[in-house]
């Protein structure tokens, strides 16, 4: 056999499901039988609006990819080969995949801020990925997983990270208050990692009254419909002040503004998404505020304590699964249903 089915990007609104060459394992590189890989809101943008980090008009430096890509970057599978100089993992290993590409003549890699490192890469984007019975990624991306954990949990290592960092740079301490704005994946799994940081107060907001109903299902304390008119007054009445930390997952004008405006002076804003357009804000209501803004991409160094919060229960990502699909469905049964349909949180693609 040489070659494979594979859900494909070719341009906006052009995914195709169609065969192509098994890829190859090459020096310190493993090769991995994909069991689950999850539609990521990267796959989606891809999908809608693309190409964004796709490399369409020039390679990409670190590998040479352009055009024609295999998405897919969130994933779980078994090691089927290892190339030359591979000695992490062995063929036969459960695994999980970290995405980012490394650049190791940045100066960021000495310091261990290797998602600083550029030109930023993601496996599945600027290189093939998990929408695939096999895929090749560099050894480092590679992470064992305990026999306890599913696959379907696997694929979910990635977002996961995402927040687990983002509540991990805000500085949330055990007892303290929280606003998540948007409910997708993203925000949801903020959510379930606030909690399991100790935060007693979680609010969310999204305009869709389905996922608000998964954040409240999953552990939010309150739920607040982001067309409200006057959200940091309601915050302000549940949490007196103010909340401590305001997650913001969904990237828009209007939720920036309003978690600013819901966080207590001295509170932190971390910006999870990905921001689509520029947004203004007050540079002098920042200072007399004492207000903390951080941008945060991806994650670093913390793929085994989030592989260990799922694995114990900490983290009950599997809550998020509302749809599993097969490969040969992917565009209408997870693309489509995902712009489509709110009540879609996370879209599992099972790869056989």
């Not at 920042?286 to 114990?312: C, H, L, W």
């Amino acid at each position: 056999m040489s070659t494979m089915k594979a859900a494909r990007w070719h341009a906006a609104k052009d995914i195709r499901v169609e065969e192509t060459q098994i890829p190859v394992t090459g020096k310190q590189q493993v090769k991995i039988a994909v069991q689950y890989a999850g539609i990521c809101g990267s796959d989606l943008h891809e999908y809608v609006h693309g190409p964004q980090l796709i490399p369409s008009e020039k390679p990409y430096p670190l590998n040479g990819h352009i055009g024609v890509t295999t998405l897919g970057h969130e994933f779980s599978g078994i090691v089927e080969e290892v190339g030359e100089g591979v000695n992490r993992v062995k063929k036969g290993d459960r695994v999980v995949v970290e995405p980012i590409f490394k650049n190791f003549d940045s100066p960021f890699i000495a310091n261990g801020e290797y998602n600083l490192s550029e030109p930023l890469g993601f496996v599945g984007l600027t290189s093939n990925g998990g929408f695939a019975k096999y895929t090749v990624v560099e050894d480092y991306m590679v992470h064992k997983i305990p026999d306890s954990m599913s696959f379907e949990q696997g694929a979910l290592v990635e977002p996961a990270a995402v927040a687990v960092y983002a509540v991990l740079q805000s500085g949330l301490r055990m007892g303290q208050t929280v606003l998540v704005s948007g409910a997708g994946p993203i925000g949801l799994l903020c959510v379930q990692a606030a909690i399991a940081a100790g935060a007693a107060t979680v609010i969310v907001t999204d305009i869709s009254e389905k996922r608000l109903e998964k954040a409240k299902d999953i552990g939010a304390t309150t739920i607040i419909n982001a067309a409200d008119k006057d959200i940091p007054a309601q915050v302000r009445r549940i949490t007196g002040i103010g909340v401590d930390v305001f997650l913001d997952a969904a990237g828009v004008q209007a939720s920036f503004s309003t978690g600013i405006a819901s966080l207590r002076n001295g509170g932190t804003a971390v910006l999870v998404a990905l921001f689509g357009k520029p947004v203004e804000y007050s540079a002098y209501d920042q200072v007399v505020r004492e207000i903390t803004i951080k941008g945060i991409i991806a994650y670093r160094n913390i793929f085994p304590q989030v592989i260990a919060m799922i694995d114990s229960g900490r983290m009950p990502v599997e809550k998020l699964v509302t749809s599993k699909i097969g490969l040969d469905e992917i565009v209408p049964k997870g693309f489509e249903a995902l712009v489509s349909n709110p009540s879609e949180v996370k879209i599992l693609v099972e790869i056989k």
